[in-house]
C-alpha cells in the first residue's frame, strides 16, 4: 500500500491525482500547516526537509513532486500518461515536467513570501516592510511571471495541453503552478486559453477523487 503524506492545500494535491488517474491503491496521511503556514515539524519524521509531497512504498521513501510522479510511472506502468519515447512531444513533456519545479515555483514561492512579509515583523516598521516588498514584485518578480505566463498562454494554445494534443503528466505537474499563478500574477492578461485548460483537468474524475481523498485545496476554487 502507498502512503501519501499530504500537506493540506499544497502541491501534494498533484501526487493523489496522479494515484487517481493511475487507478492505485493508497493512504493518505494528512498534516495541518502550522499557524505561520507551513508544514509541521512531524513531517520530519518522514523526510529530513520535512516537506510534502512525500510517498511511502514497499520500504522506499519518495520525495520530489517531479521524482514521485516518474517513480509512480515507472512503476505502474503509467506509460499511457506521456507521450511516446523519441518524439518530439516526449521532449517538450520532459521539459514542463522539469519546469514546473525548477523555473516556476520557485518565482511563485518568491512572491509569496514577499507578499507575506509584512504581516510578519512588528506594526510599526510594517509601512517600510510593504514598500520593499512591493518594490521587489513590481520591479523583480511579476516581470518575469508575466513571462512565465505568457509562455503557458502559447503553450497550451498549440494543442490544448503542455505536451501535445493529449493530456499527460506534465499538466498534472502544471497544474499547481498555473492554478496558483493566475491569483498570483499581476496585470491584464487575456488568460481564456488557460482557464479551458483548468476547467478541463477539474473536470476529470481522477481530480475529483483527488479532492474528496486530499481535502482542502484553495486553487481548485478559482
Not at 493540506?8 to 493511475?22: K, Q
Not at 505537474?173 to 479551458?196: H, N, Q, Y
Not at 476529470?204 to 484553495?218: C, D, V
Given at each position: 500500500?502507498?502512503?501519501?503524506?499530504?500537506?493540506?492545500?499544497?502541491?501534494?494535491?498533484?501526487?493523489?491525482?496522479?494515484?487517481?488517474?493511475?487507478?492505485?491503491?493508497?493512504?493518505v496521511k494528512v498534516y495541518h500547516r502550522t499557524k505561520d503556514y507551513l508544514a509541521p515539524k512531524e513531517l520530519k519524521a518522514v523526510h529530513p526537509l520535512g516537506k510534502s509531497p512525500v510517498i511511502e512504498d514497499d520500504g522506499r521513501v519518495v520525495a520530489e513532486s517531479g521524482a514521485i510522479m516518474d517513480y509512480l510511472i515507472e512503476t505502474y506502468g503509467g506509460e499511457g500518461l506521456r507521450p511516446a519515447a523519441g518524439t518530439d512531444e516526449r521532449l517538450r513533456y520532459r521539459?514542463?515536467?522539469?519546469?514546473?519545479?525548477?523555473?516556476?515555483?520557485?518565482?511563485?514561492?518568491?512572491?509569496?513570501?514577499?507578499?507575506?512579509?509584512?504581516?510578519?515583523?512588528?506594526f510599526f516598521v510594517r509601512p517600510v516592510a510593504r514598500m520593499i516588498s512591493q518594490g521587489v514584485s513590481r520591479k523583480l518578480l511579476d516581470p518575469q511571471l508575466s513571462d512565465h505566463l505568457d509562455l503557458w498562454i502559447?503553450?497550451?494554445?498549440?494543442?490544448?495541453?503542455?505536451?501535445?494534443?493529449?493530456?499527460?503528466?506534465?499538466?498534472?505537474?502544471?497544474?499547481?503552478?498555473?492554478?496558483?499563478?493566475?491569483?498570483?500574477?499581476?496585470?491584464?492578461?487575456?488568460?481564456?486559453?488557460?482557464?479551458?485548460w483548468m476547467e478541463q483537468i477539474r473536470a476529470?474524475?481522477?481530480?475529483?477523487?483527488?479532492?474528496?481523498?486530499?481535502?482542502?485545496?484553495?486553487y481548485a476554487k478559482g
Open positions: 500500500m502507498i502512503t501519501v503524506h499530504y500537506l493540506d492545500n499544497s502541491r501534494a494535491h498533484r501526487i493523489l491525482w496522479m494515484l487517481e488517474e493511475l487507478g492505485l491503491d493508497y493512504q521539459y514542463w515536467m522539469h519546469y514546473a519545479e525548477g523555473s516556476a515555483m520557485p518565482l511563485l514561492v518568491m512572491k509569496l513570501i514577499f507578499a507575506r512579509i509584512p504581516g510578519q515583523v512588528p502559447a503553450e497550451v494554445g498549440k494543442e490544448g495541453w503542455f505536451a501535445g494534443k493529449d493530456f499527460s503528466a506534465a499538466d498534472i505537474a502544471m497544474s499547481f503552478p498555473v492554478e496558483a499563478g493566475t491569483t498570483r500574477i499581476a496585470g491584464a492578461k487575456d488568460t481564456s486559453v488557460l482557464r479551458g476529470r474524475p481522477a481530480y475529483q477523487r483527488a479532492l474528496a481523498r486530499g481535502g482542502e485545496y484553495g
